[in-house]
């Protein structure tokens, strides 16, 4: 079977990226043997319609799901009518990623779990992007350049500030994880329990 992830990095060991349309990399994984092609993906600094352009070049490769941390609506509208499920809310590393979804921990979404536009004004939880200035002065990432950065000058590492926010947001989808396990052993439950009585 054949899965696309949204990736920081064109390695298995690299973390997933929370955007879909505007991910580094996608890496096209053969969940039977682990192969894998890493696409960097040449829609993330397009002005607009990168989820949709994203969408196209991911639902032409063959896969059945896709595996990210939020795909937006119309991303989604496109991956869906291809007949690609969507699975939100993953963090880790792909390699993680890939043996939970092995395992079926993953269950895919319903829609989308973000709006319109989410990652265009460059770095959020989780996400040290290439404009993040660590050493003072004016920064000009991914908000089409229009950051001022101001960096720590020598202070705190940025990259601490980051692992620390993505910590907090992993264990908030570990929390909504565990939610909607809990809530799928119980409807086994009642199913089994009556099946059991006729």
Excluded: W
Excluded at 58 to 73: D, E, K, Q, S
């Amino acid at each position: 079977m054949l899965i696309a992830i949204t990736s920081e990095g064109p390695t298995l060991e690299a973390r997933i990226d929370q955007r879909f349309g505007r991910c580094p990399y996608f890496l096209i994984v053969n969940t039977d043997d682990l192969s894998f092609e890493a696409i960097e993906n040449t829609n993330a600094m397009l002005g607009g319609g990168a989820g949709i352009q994203s969408a196209q070049m991911i639902a032409g490769r063959g896969v059945t799901h896709v595996l990210t941390g939020a795909c937006g609506p119309n991303a989604y509208q496109v991956l869906s009518a291809a007949g690609i499920e969507v699975i939100t809310g993953c963090t880790g590393n792909v390699r993680d990623a890939i043996r939970q979804f092995q395992e079926g921990i993953f269950t895919a979404t319903g829609g989308p779990n973000v709006a319109d536009h989410y990652g265009v004004s460059g770095n959020f939880a989780g996400q040290a992007g290439p404009g993040v200035n660590t050493a003072g002065g004016a920064g000009m990432g991914m908000g089409r350049g229009m950051g001022m950065g101001g960096g720590f000058g020598g202070q705190q590492p940025v990259d601490a500030k980051y692992q620390q926010e993505s910590g907090e947001d992993d264990l908030e989808t570990l929390k909504r994880q565990m939610q909607e396990i809990n809530k799928r052993i119980q409807q086994l439950e009642k199913e089994k329990g009556s099946k059991g009585k006729k």
